[in-house]
């Protein structure tokens, strides 16, 4: 067992050498559990389908987008010229 004061130490330090000042300073990468929630906003933004992101994230697919929906708020354009190529094809 790794006592949490230890592991709070490293990742800290990991942050410290890891990340820009102002980086630092924000909430990027705080706990180590956020690198899971990167890693759902890479996989979705990047098109992995839904099933497939719920699989290697563990859960289900209605878990994947009642947690992680959110995510992809902004993307309108990418996901027009998403749906545009689609229907052309």
């Known amino acids: 067992m790794i006592p949490a004061s230890t ?6 330090e990991a942050r410290r050498i890891g990340l820009s000042p102002e ?7 705080g706990r180590p ?7 759902a ?3 979705l ?11 290697r994230l ?5 878990v994947l987008w009642k947690v992680y ?6 993307d ?3 996901i027009n010229r998403l749906i545009e190529r689609a229907l052309a094809a």
């Open 7 to 12: 592991l709070s130490r490293v990742w800290e």
């Open 23 to 29: 980086q630092q300073l924000s909430p990027l990468a």
């Open 33 to 39: 559990y956020d690198l899971r929630h990167a890693c």
């Open 41 to 43: 906003t890479l996989l």
């Open 45 to 55: 933004n990047s098109g992995v389908p839904p099933k497939e992101a719920a699989r």
């Open 58 to 62: 563990g859960h289900s697919v209605d």
């Open 69 to 74: 929906a959110g995510c992809m708020d902004g």
């Open 76 to 78: 309108e354009e990418r």
